[in-house]
């Protein structure tokens, strides 16, 4: 069966980086486009960044642009975000998903979810 399990996340203070890791098994992985959402306490889950089969990537939350940024690696069926100059705002549940096709913004479109991970920016 497929799995997702996201890593990584953790407690930062503002200004510090985290990498996030999200593995997958039970999937054809070089197939599949992997998205990054998050969902802060009272809002509603968001898109973050998505990496396509192919390598390229989309931007779905501007405020991470220049601070985050995806890689995939094939061999490993991971995806990873790095994520540079936290901010408090940052402070989310951070999922992963996986879905074939091309990236989408929407968790609608995305089948396969990993549990989470939490991220928390506070000094």
């Known amino acids: 069966q497929v799995q997702v399990v996201e890593s990584g996340g953790g407690l930062v203070q503002p200004g510090g980086s985290l990498r996030l890791s999200c593995t997958t098994s039970?999937?054809?992985?070089?197939?599949?486009?992997v998205g990054w959402f998050r969902q802060a306490p009272g809002k509603m889950r968001e898109g973050v960044l998505c990496?396509?089969?192919?390598?390229?990537?989309?931007y779905y939350t501007d405020s991470v642009k220049g601070r985050f940024t995806i890689s995939r690696d094939n061999a490993e069926k991971t995806v990873y975000l790095r994520m540079n100059s936290l901010e408090p705002e940052d402070t989310a549940m951070y999922y992963c998903a996986a879905r074939y096709g091309g990236c989408s913004g929407s968790q609608f479109e995305y089948k396969y979810w990993g549990q989470g991970t939490q991220v928390t920016v506070s000094s």
């Open positions: 990496v396509y089969w192919t390598g390229s990537y989309a």
């Open positions: 039970g999937l054809s992985f070089g197939d599949v486009s």
